[in-house]
């Protein structure tokens, strides 16, 4: 299995920032996407962005400008700098990774989501 362990959450005044990181660890062959999700009390979890092994990006409309992700390979770690932040911001923040693993003798696929990290924009 394939763990994803997140930090950097924790409480902003608006217009402040944050970096979250998170760090997967396994026997990891391969990662193809890397993502950051976060759900808000009383919604449903929403894709923030997504970045791919070629370094292409994805961003919600919402957070486009003001949040930058990115990873670094060799650390199977992803990042998300979060700048200019709003109270709308508020929400649990979950880590994504899908790629492959060694599980026995098999290389098989792999979805894994981390714990989840709190950020709380608020004045």
């Known amino acids: 299995q394939v763990q994803l362990v997140e930090s950097g959450g924790g409480l902003v005044q608006p217009g402040g920032s944050l970096r979250l990181s998170c760090a997967a660890s396994?026997?990891?062959?391969?990662?193809?996407?890397m993502g950051w999700y976060r759900q808000a009390p009383g919604k449903e979890r929403e894709l923030v962005a997504t970045i791919k092994s070629d370094g292409n990006t994805n961003y919600v409309d919402s957070v486009k400008g003001r949040f930058t992700i990115s990873r670094d390979n060799a650390k199977n770690t992803v990042y998300l700098q979060m700048n200019s932040l709003k109270s709308e911001d508020t929400a649990v923040y979950y880590c994504?990774?899908?790629?492959?693993?060694?599980?026995?003798?098999?290389?098989?696929?792999?979805?894994?989501w981390g714990q989840g990290t709190q950020v709380t924009v608020s004045s």
């Open positions: 994504n990774a899908e790629g492959r693993y060694l599980s026995g003798f098999y290389v098989t696929g792999f979805t894994s």
């Open positions: 396994g026997s990891i062959v391969s990662i193809n996407a």
